[in-house]
């Protein structure tokens, strides 16, 4: 019988044990995560579109169903119902991985009928405790009107290291109540790219502008103490300088904030648009709160937009602006 020297059993069996960990997901730190569905188009998962998927989880599940998404392009009008609960999905690689479709304002359904805006959505999320990360939703129909790339109504959705790509109305922040949470995220367009009556926070998110436009459209309710808040986040893009605003009200109680954001020569020094509508002025609520970069202009700014104290400005934490929900916890 061969006997082997002890440093090399201790190797083997360190070898053997690192092989369990990896082979047994969830059971020792550093393993892989382990995943309820993936979604494949090679078929090497259980789906290979993620409707699919989406169709299989649970109707009012209370547990998380996790959902991975290998790399490739996927050409699907997706739709998360309201009662698939806790979903999460995980894209393989941000890039990569894109979930696109190329709907539009004016294109045409069956009976003949312009789809209109909120027809045009790429993907439509209505159900609550959503997560998405790492993975591009996409309206690739180009620049021909009002096109949204995401269409979020459920409350409590998430958002980590995605990217939004699209032209106008690329972001539908839908849902009346809903509560969003943005983070390191990519988000492009050009006209209203950014919308809806949502309350949302941007965290370290890069907001790219092109052609020329405005970056937000809020229609928050009256009856809503905050809307859009972006913290930490910069504003970028090709655009050529002075063609965009901050934004504009959709709805006469648009709220809208900047929080120690990096603005780019791409903002108007005015900074605001009051949409054509003076009594706007008396009812949107527009503000800032140091601004810097060559877009940030506060002494240039309307009038009727405000400066934040820093004790304003303390009033916009994540409980304040999302209810009590935290979603830096999982």
Known sequence: MKLYPAKAFCGLLALVLLTLCWLTPGRAVGAPPSYDFVVAQDGSGQFRTVQEAFNAVPDFRKK?????IKKGVYKEKLLLAGSKHFVKIVGEDREKTILTYDDYNQKKNIFGEDKG?????????YGPDFTAENLTFQNSSGPVGQAVALWVAGDKARFKNCRFLGFQDT???????????????????????IFGSSTAWFESCTIFCKTSGFVTAASTPDSTRYGYVFNRCRITGDAPAGSFYLGRPWRPYAKTVFLSCELGTQIKPEGWDHWEKESNKQTARYAEYQSRGPGAAPAK????AKQLTEAEARQYTLPNVLRGWDPTKE
């Open 117 to 125: 805006t909120s027809g045009s959505a790429s993907c439509y999320i």
């Open 64 to 68: 998380v169903t996790t959902i991975f």
């Open 171 to 193: 972001l539908y922040t839908y849902g009346y109540g809903s509560r969003q949470y943005y983070q390191d995220c990519y988000i492009e367009g050009t006209v209203d790219f």
């Open 301 to 304: 700014r309307v009038a009727w």
